[in-house]
């Protein structure tokens, strides 16, 4: 089971927290909102998957889709991870860090997204 929410703070940032496992059923239930949650009035985007314990291609992909929005719009995307993480290993694994820029704080992926 995965679980998303997103808080906006300040004036250009907006922070997505997920958890849970981005496996195909898991991603496929938070991909949509996860679009539309960085689609939003928001410059800066920072997902937070530090809670997220397994991220399969499903996953990647919906990431990917999120960042393009993002950027498609003159906006920012950044990642926290746990530098250690399985997540973090299935990121350098597929090159996705050197897509979407990857932090092991939130106050370095809000400074680099708000860049």
């Known amino acids: 089971m995965s679980t998303i929410s997103f808080a906006?703070?300040?004036?250009?940032?907006?922070?997505?927290?997920?958890?849970g496992q981005l496996d195909a059923?898991?991603?496929n239930?938070?991909?949509?909102?996860?679009?539309?949650?960085?689609?939003g009035p928001k410059k800066a985007v920072v997902v937070d998957l530090s809670g997220v314990r397994f991220l399969a291609s499903v996953g990647i992909g919906a990431l990917i889709?999120?960042?393009k929005a993002v950027k498609g719009r003159g906006g920012k995307m950044a990642l926290v991870?746990?530098?250690?993480?399985?997540?973090m290993m299935s990121l350098e694994a597929t090159g996705v860090d050197q897509l979407i820029p990857v932090f092991g704080r939130i106050?370095?992926?809000e400074k680099a997204a708000l860049a």
Do not use: K, N, W, Y
Request: aromatic share 2%; proline share 3%.
């Open 65 to 67: 889709a999120s960042a």
């Open 8 to 19: 906006d703070v300040g004036e250009d940032l907006r922070r997505i927290m997920i958890s």
């Open 25 to 27: 059923p898991g991603a």
């Open 29 to 39: 239930a938070i991909a949509s909102q996860l679009l539309e949650f960085a689609s």
């Open 81 to 87: 991870v746990d530098r250690g993480s399985t997540v």
């Open 107 to 109: 106050s370095e992926a």
